[in-house]
């Protein structure tokens, strides 16, 4: 038996998890592996519940279950409160610090069938393929914030910090990983202006006569985001700081159509977590037009890594695959002459096709 804890969140994160769950159950009603879910609270619903982000309950929920499925945390009705109570600073960013979830692999990928959902030209984009490694507990986001008054105003500030360990443990993981894919690792950094990014070039550099099989590239941040757009396929695998990446994959999520495609798992500890890239999008919250595919997507990338289960992981991206070419859309990735299907519909779509499959 598999214990999940499943977090909901916030915004479309209710939404989108009971159609993951979906996913898993048709994975176990075929296969008959027994998979438990515990809800518990996170983010703005921990807020409005209990009075914080992250509940101790849930978090022993999390530490105490062999993985993780999150939905997505935040949203207007808390934006304004302090630091301390935020959703995403508060709960997500500690959560993943506990697990020691260091590193989030995001796959971006097109799938045929969404050619025409991409903003940029078929030709750019047919056959895209790529591993975005994100560190996912140093940098920017956990460094020391303060304010301070000035005479005309405050100053803030916010620390880069990343250290030897840090850069290597990631790195290794993009090397590893690119090994078992195409053997090309970029490596992307602002070398020529941060000071933590010539101790990442520097540190990557070293660590590569360890991988004399992979073809290793520096790029700086802003020629890669140029690039991503310019030429997608010359990337394989790319391993990147926090900010980096959190900024990078949003980028690249176009290639595959929508954000609501995107999806993630962060490893490195015990117990993995799993979760779309997007976030809770309040814009369409409650209104059944959230892609559940991401999360879908994401359930796969739990079966796959943390429980092992590669053929049932691919049996749920190949029932997305025929969903898709069946013609089944949300609102996202809508194209002409498709079928618009809300949240739960396309949930229903997926799990159809796993149990409908031989
Ligand atoms: P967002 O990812 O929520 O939304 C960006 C845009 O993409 C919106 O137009 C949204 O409608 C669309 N979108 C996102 N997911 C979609 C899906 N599955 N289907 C269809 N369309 C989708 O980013 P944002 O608007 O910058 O942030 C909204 C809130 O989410 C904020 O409170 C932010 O802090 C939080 N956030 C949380 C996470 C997380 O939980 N991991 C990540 C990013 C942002």
């Given at each position: ?19 993951a ?14 998979f ?18 992250l ?50 692999l ?27 490694i ?21 100053i ?40 933590s ?18 073809e ?26 926090n ?10 999520s ?21 979760e779309?890239s ?16 991401a ?64």
């Open positions: 038996m598999y214990k999940i804890a499943c977090l909901p969140g916030d915004g479309i994160g209710v939404e989108i998890i009971p159609q769950v979906k996913a898993i159950e048709a994975i176990s009603k075929k296969y008959g592996y027994e438990h879910f515990t809800e518990a609270y996170v983010g703005g619903a921990a807020l409005d519940a209990v009075g914080v982000p509940p101790e309950e849930t978090l022993k929920l999390c530490k105490e279950s062999d993985a993780v499925l999150l939905g997505a945390i935040g949203g207007p009705k808390w934006d304004n409160l302090p630091v301390h109570l935020r959703p995403e600073g508060a709960s997500l960013l500690p959560l993943r610090k506990e697990l020691g979830l260091y590193a989030n995001r796959p971006v990928v097109l799938y045929d069938a969404l050619l025409d959902a991409s903003t940029l030209k078929k030709e750019v984009i047919a056959g895209c393929d790529i591993m975005v994100r560190e996912l507990t140093g940098g920017l986001y956990f460094g020391e914030k303060k304010r301070e008054k000035t005479e005309r105003g405050q803030a500030v916010d620390t880069l910090v990343y250290s030897t360990e840090e850069i290597e443990r990631i790195a290794r993981l993009g090397f590893e990983t690119a090994r078992k894919r195409n053997k090309k690792l970029c490596s992307v950094d602002k070398a020529n202006v941060l000071e990014s010539r101790l990442w070039r520097e540190t990557v550099t070293d660590l590569a006569k360890e991988y004399p099989d992979v290793l590239k520096h790029m700086y941040v802003d020629n890669c985001a140029m690039q991503l757009v310019r030429w997608p396929k010359q990337f394989d695998v790319i391993v990147t700081e900010t980096f990446g959190d900024i990078l994959t949003d980028q690249a176009m290639i595959s159509g929508s954000l609501g495609m995107l999806a993630s798992a962060s490893i490195g500890g015990k117990v993995a977590l799993y779309p997007h976030g809770s999008a309040p814009d369409i919250a409650g209104q059944k037009k959230a892609n559940p595919l999360a879908i997507l994401s359930a796969a990338m739990m079966l796959r890594y943390s429980f092992n289960l590669e053929i049932e992981a691919q049996e749920i991206e190949q029932a997305v695959v025929r969903v898709l070419d069946k013609g089944y859309r949300t609102p996202d990735i809508m194209q002409k002459g498709c079928t618009l299907v809300n949240t739960e519909e396309m949930g229903d779509k997926v799990a159809d096709e796993i149990l409908r499959a031989r």
